[in-house]
Each structure stands twice: as C-alpha cells, then as structure tokens.
C-alpha cells in the first residue's frame, strides 16, 4: 500500500483558446479567454476567444453608412476602403450632374447651361436635359440688311458739275452774224501745206488703250464671306485670296482689340484660319497681312467679324458697326500699302 494520493484537479474545458487552472483558495477552475491563441492570419477579421465554443473570426465591419460608396476590406494592411460610385445617385432629372461624396452621399448638382452670352436667357430642358439659350436682345447679332453701311456709288447723290443741264449761254445755236459767209480772206482757201488736212497715222494722237502704260495693280487681297454667326463648340475659318503676286507670299493672322490696334495670333500663318472649337471669348474681328517678297509689298484682308451664338459681346458692338461699315457681307474689298 502507497498511502495517501494527491492528484491534480483535472481543468481542461477542451476549449484551445483558454488558460485552464485550479483557483487554490477555493478550489474552483478557472477558465480565462486568451483572445491571443486565436489568429487565421487575416487581417480583415477581428479574432477573439469564446470560452465556451472556442476562437471566434468576425469580419471587420467596414460599413460607413453611405449609401453611395463600396465598402470593402483591404486583404494586405485590413485597411476599410470607401470607393465612389456615382452610378448609385440618381434623381431622375435631367438637368442635374449626379455625384458621390465619399464623406456626405449623394450630389445633385444643377446643370450649368451659362453661355457667357448676356442677350441669351440660359436654361434647361427638363425632359432632355438639353441647354436652351432664348435670345433676349431684339435685333442684336443679326447681319445688317442689304445695302446697310456700305458706300454710297460714285456720282450718287452729287450736285451736277457747272454748266450741266443749264440753258446755252447767249448767242449758241442763233443764225450766223452778218458777215458770216463772205468770201474768204487772204490766204483762205489755199490748198493745205503738206501735211496738213491728211487723216492721221492709226495710233498717232489716240489716247492709249484701257491699262496701258499704267503701273502694274500690285499685291490684292480678298475675302468671300467675311461675316459669321457661329454655335459655341463648333469650327470656323476665315480664308484670304490674293492676286498679283510675283514671290513667295507670307500670310500673318491678327486679332483687333476694342481700340483697333493689332495682335499676332501665334503659329496663324497660312491663308486660311480655322478656330477648331469656337468660345464666346474668340468673338470679335481678325485680320490678315499678307507679304510678297519679289514686290516688297504688304497687303491687309477685309476685317472679318465673329459672332458667337446668336448675340454679339458688349464689349465688341461699337467695333462691330464701325467695321460693318467698311466691309458689309460677303465684301471684297481690297487695302494695300506699300513698304518704305
């Protein structure tokens, strides 16, 4: 026989993930959860200890509570990702941008339908979701009638010149004066010196044909259309045709400023100028110098004016009629000066 036999309380509750003792004041097991025994090497879950069923993996609750964004966990770093989707804001309107803030949902932004344009009253369509500009300004931004602001025709409108459509003065058309008639004085009615009375040499004492022995016409320049009512967002050209050259023509765009003075447009040096996308801001007036270098002369365009839309920019409308005065539609006119 052995004797007394002391064993140890047995307090494994066959759960992994607790500390299992025997309290030795009372006697009693203690099961303490070590959250640290449980681990499935994911860092998108969060891993505890259940005492009673063991180790426990919740998924780690990315919810940001809104409604616009994709919630989702980052595999590598357990890092919460918010992704945007403006496809899940939509207010049925047309006339509003749909957008998703990360941090406060859904945007319904107001279309901007502003053309830039004061005599246009913006707006939009709420069945298409299409901009509409109504045009404000009575008479603004059309071309001016035919006739309107060009030159009066030569001789039109003049005084007649001294002497035209007055009666004969005093003595023409009347019967010869007493004495007219008689026979002829000495040395009248001899036959003519030679010479004399013979018709003419053909050419001798004509004035010279139309054009001869005039000075060459020189460097033209001009244009066809020269007036323009253009959409916004749409392409335009201008196009110059020049005459009399004799070298290699060079050809520099400008733009006219409110006062009339010139500015280069970079890289614009072909005979014609094409603005792909037209912008209320490209209204105004253009302008082309062309050069020949045999002639050594330079020659400008008619001026061109641009409208953009339907109305014309304040700033540009008392330049617009000044130059609607030289030029009128679909002028051809023609401005040259010489180098010195």
């Not at 069945?127 to 025709?153: D, K, L, M, N, R």
């Not at 244009?223 to 323009?228: C, I, P, R, S, V």
């Not at 050209?237 to 400023?257: M, P």
């Not at 970079?266 to 209320?280: F, H, K, L, M, N």
Request: aromatic residues 4%; negative net charge; glycine residues 12%.
């Amino acid at each position: 026989l052995s004797g007394c036999v002391f064993t140890p309380k047995n307090c494994d509750d066959g759960v992994a993930c607790t500390i299992d003792i025997c309290d030795p004041i009372t006697g009693n097991c203690i099961h303490t959860p070590d959250n640290g025994l449980c681990n499935d090497s994911d860092p998108c879950t969060i891993d505890t200890c259940d005492p009673l069923s063991g180790c426990v993996f919740t998924p780690k609750n990315c919810d940001d509570a809104v409604a616009c964004t994709i919630d989702s966990c980052d595999p590598i770093t357990g890092n919460c990702i918010y992704t945007p989707d403006n496809g899940l804001c939509n207010d049925s309107d047309p006339c509003t941008i749909d957008t998703c803030d990360p941090l406060s949902g859904c945007v319904f932004t107001p279309k901007n339908c502003d053309d830039g344009d004061p005599c246009t009253e913006d707006s939009c369509d709420p069945q298409t979701g299409e901009c509409i500009h109504t045009s404000i300004c009575e008479g603004e931004g059309e071309p001016p009638a035919e006739g309107e602001g060009e030159p009066p025709v030569e001789g039109e409108g003049e005084p007649p010149t001294e002497g035209e459509g007055e009666p004969p003065a005093e003595g023409e058309g009347e019967p010869p004066v007493e004495g007219e008639g008689e026979p002829p004085t000495e040395g009248e009615g001899e036959p003519p010196a030679e010479g004399e009375g013979e018709p003419p040499v053909e050419g001798e004492g004509e004035p010279p044909a139309e054009g001869e022995g005039e000075p060459p016409a020189g460097l033209e320049v001009t244009a066809g259309q020269t007036y323009f009512v253009i959409p916004e967002d749409n392409s335009v050209s201008f196009e110059v045709f020049v005459s009399g050259a004799q070298g290699t023509l060079s050809f520099q765009w400008y733009r006219i400023t409110p006062d009339k003075a010139l500015t280069i447009i970079p890289d614009a040096t072909d005979a014609t100028y094409t603005i792909t996308e037209v912008s209320p801001g490209d209204a105004g007036q253009y302008q082309c110098e062309v050069n020949d270098d045999v002639l050594s002369e330079t020659a400008m365009s008619p001026i061109f004016t641009l409208v953009v839309g339907s109305g014309v920019p304040m700033a540009d409308l008392a330049g617009l009629a000044a130059a609607l005065a030289l030029t009128g539609l679909g002028s051809a006119w023609v401005m040259r000066r010489r180098r010195q």
